[in-house]
């Protein structure tokens, strides 16, 4: 058995954002002292009003050998953004 | 003793626990064995130096000699401090250091509940304030409590020796001093009576969970509430007033 407590990422909704967003990482024991130790790392100034902590071994992350393949197909793809219509005036802004 | 000199005398004893074991607690930042957990009594120790804060402004207050929360923490003697010896305890292991604050935890939880009701307003705001902090010192010391005792064979060993260590310095914080029952007579000070009862409940909750076995011996150490203490509180003093005491009225 590792010595080490394991990794968890922890995200946090702030005072007035709407989701939750990732601020770091720390150790703990289980989920418990995870969402406690994150209390004590990542809102001691007042930061969040929630919390979320994963284990990190949950999280399925892109390779980063495979940036290729994945994400330079879309570089050339300017027609996917949505710059190519005329927004009528009275529709306000988006 | 007048109902101010026993107000004044409360007081401190409610500023004084905090102020010293805010100390204590301290001496681990840059010690603990791992950065959670030295972030985590590094705001333990600041939630109880502002409590200490209040408690102690509000005493210098009511003695209404010209002193402040500052003169009261670095110009009294160790005679004139009025902290359960418990807090004065040095910290041992992590183990040790977080049972104490378990022990402590759980009664001054139950204390800041009666005092958010007192009829003083001042400490039934102040009390109102820091029972949030004191709820969460109390179930991260009490879960640390129930992961260290029921944990390892080293672990709990080490658990239940802080238990037997620490438990002797309990009985003091249910001992109620004939001093203040003037302030009980004038709803102040709350009643006290149920307050070991409630305790007791507690931390057996939690030493069952822990699978720790509470001392049958009941024998108490007393003597803090009127100023006699251990040896280790004038250690601590030395540290904490060196600074004020050469150079009194220092600030930067």
């Not at chain 1, 994963?54 to 793809?77: N, Y």
């Not at chain 2, 000699?65 to 401090?81: E, I, P, Q, V």
């Not at chain 2, 102040?126 to 390892?152: C, N, Q």
């Not at chain 2, 009980?184 to 307050?195: E, H, W």
Request: hydrophobic share 40%.
């Amino acid at each position: 058995m590792s010595s080490e407590w394991p990794l968890w990422e922890i995200f946090i909704r702030g005072q007035h954002g709407m989701s939750h967003r990732h601020v770091g990482s720390l150790h703990a024991p289980d989920a418990k002292m995870a969402i406690k130790n994150a209390r004590d790392v990542y809102t001691r100034r007042n930061e969040g009003v929630s919390i979320w902590a994963v284990e990190a071994l949950h999280i399925a992350a892109s390779v980063p050998s495979d940036k290729g393949p994945l994400f330079e197909p879309s570089r050339s793809k300017v027609y996917r953004h949505p710059t190519f219509f005329d927004i009528p005036d009275d529709a306000g802004s988006m | 003793m007048t109902q101010r000199e026993a107000l004044f005398e409360f007081l401190q004893h409610l500023g004084d626990n905090t102020l010293i074991l805010s100390h204590r607690v301290s001496e681990w930042c840059g010690h603990a064995p791992v950065i959670e957990e030295d972030i985590a009594l590094a705001n333990t120790a600041l939630d109880l130096i502002g409590q200490a804060q209040m408690w102690l402004g509000l005493a210098a207050e009511i003695e209404g000699a010209g002193r402040d929360a500052d003169a009261l923490t670095y110009h009294r003697d160790s005679w004139d401090f009025r902290n359960l010896l418990l807090v004065e305890r040095p910290n041992g292991d992590f183990g040790k250091t977080l049972m104490r604050q378990f022990l402590f935890d759980a009664w001054q939880a139950l204390m800041l509940e009666k005092l958010a009701r007192s009829e003083h307003k001042q400490i039934a705001a102040i009390a109102g304030k820091a029972i949030k902090e004191v709820a969460y010192h109390l179930e991260r010391s009490g879960d640390t409590v129930i992961g260290l005792g029921d944990g390892t064979e080293e672990s709990h060993a080490r658990m239940q020796a802080a238990l037997d260590d620490l438990w002797p310095y309990c009985g003091e914080m249910f001992n109620l001093d004939e001093r203040y029952n003037a302030l009980i007579l004038a709803n102040i000070l709350p009643r006290m009576d149920d307050l070991r009862a409630r305790w007791l409940s507690k931390v057996t909750d939690i030493f069952d969970d822990a699978t720790l076995v509470i001392p049958t011996d009941n024998f108490a150490h007393s003597g803090g509430k009127s100023g006699r203490h251990t040896e280790h509180l004038g250690h601590l003093l030395c540290e904490m007033q060196v600074l004020q005491r050469s150079y009194p009225g220092a600030k930067w």
